[in-house]
């Protein structure tokens, strides 16, 4: 009940960000039913049904990285003065944060199930109703206990995530929230004791370690568009390693991302600096734990989608079987907006955490050109690193396969 008196008198923003964690849950859950859908009409396939159940894990992943960034820059679930007298302290608010993502998620689902009984022509009475009955097995019966278990799934994970990611360390549920330093940059995020610059060489071997796994295993042909999400690289079996190492690759993108954010900064900042550059390198060095990560993140998709292309587009043509059908679009559609949207929403809480210093150079007399200034060199940097080497890592995973 506080959950839903706090999302009735939140900011139009918040209210926005929950909406779209709600049509987000609601993508991902129509794919979960799409996908059991098929495995019901198709009992004779387990293969593909297993393959249409794999694919929609990605999307799931995004959908709860998107709802735990939303929670974590929540004002309503933030720990503010007297909140402890009245029983909610960090661990209260963890609670409620993760209590608010389960009723978001739970709508979503909610709507994705009855979006797939509308187009499969099950509940009538509208022109919509069936109008997508054979590609999403009408004929089939539901079993309504297996959907209902898929769609609480999206709920229980992003409950989890944010209970696991947002609990408060053990010194501030010790001192409480009352107590929390005024300089502690984000009251809602944990604290972190690590320098972000730490993770880049981490990063950087696990990628040197996925790209060599690719070139020793990535000898075949390929991926022919007329299966079924066919993977590169099964004339030899390699698939599996293929995978792995594409897997390594990006989760160095993602390990690097806040080093190579700290690293930006520490470019702008070098030698002899002007003003607008000197500030835009410090909140970038001091955002770097932040926004690196979801950065990382969007940078792999990235890579990801682009390789992706590189493999299935060399053999599409117009007039033959396409590699991807509507359900893979609507699943890769989903991460892209997903991960783009994290990245903005931890872009805005780095600007949020910094408000009162903002304020203060305010009345310091600096103007606000200035800060726009910062903000575009800080953009600029950040594309002008970040968009090569997303280009390069692409290409040099897509590479193996497409020199034969």
Known sequence: MLSLRLARGAHPLVLLRRLLVVLAAAGAGFLLL????????????PQESLVRLLWCLAPLAAVVQFAVAVARNDPATRPRDGMDAIGFGPVRLSVLAATSTALSCGTGSVLALLAYLELRGDLGGTPLSGAAARALDGQAGLPWGAAVTLLGLLPALGAGACALFLRPSRERRARGAHAAPTDDP?????????????????GVAVIACGLALEAYVGHAPAPAPETLLALPGQDGGSSPALLGGWLLTFAGLVLAGPGLTHWCGALLSSGRPGPVRLLAGRILQDAAARVGRPLGVLCAVAAG??????????????????????LTWLGAGLVIACVTATALTAAADTRTSRAE????????????????????????????????????????????????
């Open 34 to 45: 799409c996908a059991l859908g098929y495995a019901v009409a198709h009992p004779d396939t």
């Open 186 to 202: 984000a009251p809602s995020t944990p604290r972190e004791d690590r320098p972000a610059h730490i993770g880049l060489p981490w």
């Open 305 to 326: 989608a682009v390789a992706a292309v590189e493999l299935y587009g060399a053999l599409w043509r117009p007039t033959g079987p396409g590699p991807f059908g509507p």
């Open 357 to 404: 210093t903002s304020a203060a150079l305010a009345r310091l007399g600096i103007p606000a050109s200035l800060l726009r200034g910062a903000a575009a060199v800080r953009t600029g940097a950040l594309v002008a690193v970040l968009a090569p080497l997303t280009w390069v890592i692409a290409e040099l995973t897509a590479l193996p396969l497409t020199r034969s």
